[in-house]
């Protein structure tokens, strides 16, 4: 699996197409299993199958959301981010509950609608960037590298996650 | 039942106020009421009153986001879609959700909104957003008012307060 730094050092185009094949490969992933193999955690903490394609569908939006504001703003705008946000989700969002293969389709929607949007940007809009609490000045382009990666890491837990392990 | 006008005309300490009654408002709402009943919509447009808890509870987070933009930054602009929410019963699977649960969650997520929104002085809540980019903000309808966070909560207070209380009255009978 690519590293975040590794994805970083890819042209813009190459992360956008990786970004482009993920609903595929989660519904791949997905196939022929039960909903009691999906919703099942490799133990009380870990995620189930499920729960991280919830998690994946949630920071979609949330990412479209920070990239489409910094499109529209001329300044570095300073965001909201809270990294103990995502356990909440999971949570209050009631993500075991959830259908895996609609969840997939919620995401490859707004996967879809993010491509285009990057697709959209000319390369000096892709280096506008946020001011992000922890991390600083974060870029689109430090945003495609995240979900590039994002993507990666919640496919190998999926993985994981179906065979039992953490 | 006040509309968005008089909300906005009363003090923004009055509208907090209201707010902070909602939860154990929807929790009354739903108390005693089978999952039969709380996931019946009333027609097939109109949503469940499960549906408009995991709502309620939802717009929470948005609107913890948008405060803390607006307090945080000079005049920004604000991205809002315009059918965003349409879309959550079914993207966010509203249907499986326990009602229960999304009512406590509600109040959870609350208590950080109300934190938020009486962080510091309360004038800060009058810091505005660009009228132009309120377009977005405060779609579908841009001519509500200007881009001040202290509107922003009139609208909150709509869905949170008695319409949603009506409405879901109105669907768990």
Same mark, same amino acid.
């Given at each position: 699996m690519a590293?975040?730094?590794?994805?970083?050092?890819?042209?813009?185009?190459?992360?956008? +197409? %990786?970004? !482009?094949? !993920?609903?595929?490969?989660?519904? =791949?992933?997905? *196939?022929? *299993? #039960?909903?009691?193999?999906?919703?099942? %955690? $490799? +133990? $009380?903490?870990?995620?189930?199958?499920?729960? &991280?394609?919830?998690?994946? %569908?949630?920071v979609e939006e949330v990412y479209l959301a920070r990239a489409r504001a910094i499109a529209i703003n001329d300044i570095d705008i300073k965001i909201y981010a809270d990294s103990a946000a995502v356990e909440r989700w999971a949570t209050n969002r009631q993500y075991l509950r959830w259908d895996a293969v609609e969840a997939v389709a919620s995401f490859r929607e707004l996967r879809d609608e993010f491509v285009a949007f990057l697709r959209s940007l000319a390369p000096a809009d892709r280096q506008r960037g946020c001011i992000h609490p922890v991390r600083g000045r974060l870029t689109i382009d430090d945003i495609v590298t995240m979900l590039a990666w994002h993507d990666d890491n919640h496919l190998d837990q999926i993985a994981r996650a179906l065979e039992g392990r953490a | 039942m006040a509309t968005i006008a008089d909300y906005l005309k009363r003090p923004v300490s009055e509208r907090l106020e209201r707010m902070r009654r909602t939860p154990d408002d929807l929790a009354d709402a739903i108390r005693g009421r089978s999952d039969a009943e709380l996931s019946r919509r009333p027609d097939e447009k109109n949503w469940s009153a499960e549906e408009i808890v995991c709502h309620l509870r939802d717009v929470e987070r948005e609107y913890i986001e948008r405060f803390h933009l607006v307090l945080?930054?000079? +005049?920004?602009?604000?991205?809002?879609?315009?059918?965003?929410?349409? *879309?959550?019963?079914?993207?966010?699977?509203?249907?499986?959700?326990? !009602?229960?649960?999304? =009512? #406590? =969650?509600?109040?959870?997520?609350?208590? *950080?909104?109300? =934190?938020? &929104? !009486?962080?510091?002085?309360?004038?800060?809540?009058?810091?505005?957003?660009?009228?132009?980019?309120m377009r977005a903000f405060m779609l579908p309808t841009p001519a509500r008012g200007p881009g001040l966070v202290d509107a922003a909560l009139t609208p909150m207070l709509r869905v949170a307060g008695r319409g949603a209380r009506s409405r879901l009255r109105l669907v768990s009978n």
């Open positions: 590293t975040r730094e590794e994805y970083a050092k890819q042209p813009f185009e190459k992360r956008v +197409d %990786r970004m !482009t094949r !993920t609903a595929d490969e989660l519904a =791949a992933a997905i *196939r022929g *299993r #039960s909903g009691a193999e999906l919703s099942r %955690r $490799p +133990d $009380p903490k870990n995620w189930a199958a499920n729960e &991280c394609i919830a998690h994946l %569908r949630d | 945080e930054n000079d +005049d920004p602009k604000i991205y809002m879609e315009a059918d965003g929410n349409e *879309r959550w019963p079914v993207d966010l699977q509203y249907h499986r959700n326990d !009602t229960a649960d999304a =009512a #406590s =969650a509600f109040r959870r997520k609350f208590a *950080r909104l109300a =934190a938020h &929104c !009486t962080r510091g002085d309360v004038s800060q809540i009058s810091r505005g957003a660009q009228a132009g980019p």
